[in-house]
């Protein structure tokens, strides 16, 4: 199992920002995509964002000019910052490795093999 271990959330007033960490092992961060995906209470877990092993990124259209996907290869690590947050972006934040063969669309959940244990952001009105 790779792990990948998530950091950096949790509680501010809308319009705050947060930034999340997610560490990861050098194979998965080398040979995979990356994403962040989100579950809020009752919902399913929906894609935020997601960057490829070439760097190319995609966005949610709900966040699309509110949050941001970096990564430092140097510390195997990708960054989610979130900009003017509302409370509808309260969810649990998981950051998944894509499996490197699949055919599946970046958005599909399905296509990611290897999944941090998440991490809580609370976003008050």
């Known amino acids: 199992q790779v792990p990948l271990v998530e950091s950096g959330g949790g509680s501010v007033q809308a319009g705050g920002s947060l930034r999340l960490s997610c560490a990861a092992s050098g194979r998965t961060f080398s040979t995979s995509g990356m994403a962040w995906f989100r579950q809020a209470p009752g919902k399913e877990r929906e894609f935020v964002a997601t960057?490829?092993?070439?760097?190319?990124?995609q966005y949610a259209d709900v966040v699309k000019g509110r949050f941001t996907f970096s990564r430092d290869r140097s510390k195997n690590t990708v960054y989610l910052q979130m900009s003017s947050l509302k409370p509808e972006d309260t969810a649990v934040y998981y950051c998944?490795?894509?499996?490197?063969?699949?055919?599946?669309?970046?958005?599909?959940?399905?296509?990611?093999?290897?999944w941090g244990p998440g991490t809580q952001v609370t976003v008050s009105s």
């Open positions: 998944a490795g894509r499996s490197p063969t699949t055919p599946l669309s970046y958005t599909n959940r399905y296509a990611y093999a290897y």
């Open positions: 960057i490829s092993r070439s760097g190319e990124m």
